[in-house]
């Protein structure tokens, strides 16, 4: 970091590398924060966490009892030890609540004073963030599992709805509609997910194996079907035009919208090109799925390279997006892990499991990322011995060999 700061110093260094530079450093060295926590508002586990995208700041956080709450992420008081206050909540005696568990939360990109949430009670709410009232409700045949918002969007106003139905339900809140569906599942949809590059791409994954790009724009069906086999058949004997061998319930974009992360029951994760719909045919090992409802993934922003972040039952395995190498693994939950977010801003990740506890995860600048500096050159090094290695030994063989002849 030293020789960052100095070429920076220098004029040598663009500012946008440095930043890149400290953030991945930061982001390496993730620990249990001994000095942050969060104040617990509820009995229930907790299934979802979203933070705002205008002040990065609020985090909204839906429970198993039905209840939300709104924390203050940002430390104010000057004080080293720190308890994320809860702002606002939605208990157990506010008579607008969901009566069963709130599977999915989602801020309104444009404004903090809307917040969404929806469940297995089939509902999807709007609520008033000033005085936690539902503006607007929305019944669906099943449950909801999870709902989306475009980050992006500014010709739309679409929640996508993923719910215990074949078909994916739009919601336009401007107009208050939610008659638009787009078809092309043959089960329920987990999980759906925007591109945080175009407004119109949406992503789902559902029960059926398969994961589904959409153009909004287009009534004529999905953009793209995914295929592991990228369009080769099987050798297994498998039906093919499958993302996964069993349900998706974990989708992702990267922050660029360049590729497009799904986590199956099948105990993978598959990393493709949100372009061409292309398995990139990335092997990050087995992880553990064994859950039908939503998993929320989350992937890092401003680092090189990036980070993924995946709940693994009491634990968060952070890999290599692009090589698939496992970083680390986030040990503090007592029991299944159902959420995370990263807070770019201060390349902090929030966590939420069926623990009821809402765990931070904050930058230990120490050594961990020159430690991790250090193995990949260690293992450079090998390669190269490696190398040199099979380079010399043929000459070896063959003096060998012609000195047995000479005999």
């Not at 809402?358 to 193995?375: A, C, E, F, N």
Request: glycine fraction near 6%.
């Amino acid at each position: 970091m030293l020789k960052f700061l100095f070429e920076r110093e220098q004029g040598l260094l663009d500012p946008l590398n440095l930043r890149r530079a400290e953030s991945t450093r930061r982001t390496f060295a993730l620990e249990l924060s001994r000095h942050r926590d969060v104040e617990m508002t509820s009995q229930g586990a907790v299934n979802s966490i979203d933070i705002d995208l205008i002040e990065s700041r609020y985090l909204l956080s839906g429970f198993s009892d039905g209840t939300a709450a709104i924390h203050d992420v940002v430390n104010q008081t000057g004080n080293v030890k720190y308890t994320c206050k809860v702002v606002c909540k939605i208990d157990r005696h506010n008579r607008y609540k969901h009566k069963t568990s709130i599977q999915s939360v989602c801020w309104y990109p444009l404004d903090t004073g809307i917040f969404t949430t929806s469940g297995t009670d089939k509902l999807l709410k709007v609520w008033d963030t000033n005085n936690l009232i539902p503006v607007d409700e929305y019944e669906f045949s099943g449950i909801v599992y999870q709902h989306d918002l475009s980050p992006v969007a500014t010709k739309h106003c679409l929640i996508a709805v993923g719910c215990q139905s074949s078909r994916l339900k739009l919601v336009d809140l401007k107009s208050g509609a939610s008659s638009h569906m787009l078809k092309g599942h043959q089960s329920s949809i987990y999980c759906v997910k925007w591109s945080p590059k175009d407004e119109f791409i949406l992503a789902s994954g559902g029960a059926d194996n398969r994961v589904l790009l959409w153009d909004v724009r287009s009534a004529k069906g999905a953009m793209k079907v995914l295929d592991q086999y990228n369009g080769k058949a099987p050798s297994d004997n498998t039906t093919g035009n499958t993302a996964h061998h069993g349900a998706i319930n974990g989708l992702t974009f990267t922050s660029d919208g360049l590729h497009l992360i799904s986590y199956g029951t099948d105990n993978c994760i598959r990393l493709w090109d949100a372009n061409s719909g292309k398995n990139c045919l990335i092997n990050y090992g087995n992880v553990p799925n064994d859950t039908k409802k939503l998993v929320q993934l989350s992937v890092s922003n401003g680092c090189s390279p990036d980070v993924l972040f995946i709940p693994n039952r009491s634990n968060i395995d952070m890999f290599d997006v692009y090589s698939g190498e496992k970083i680390d693994r986030l040990k503090g939950h007592y029991n299944s892990v159902n959420c995370c977010k990263f807070h770019s801003p201060t390349q902090d990740v929030y966590s939420g499991g069926n623990d009821r506890n809402i765990l931070i995860w904050t930058p230990d600048t120490d050594s961990s990322y020159d430690d991790h500096l250090k193995t990949q050159s260690e293992l450079h090094v090998k390669e190269s011995s490696a190398d040199e290695v099979r380079t010399t030994r043929p000459t070896v063989m063959i003096d060998t060999w012609s000195s047995d002849e000479d005999d």
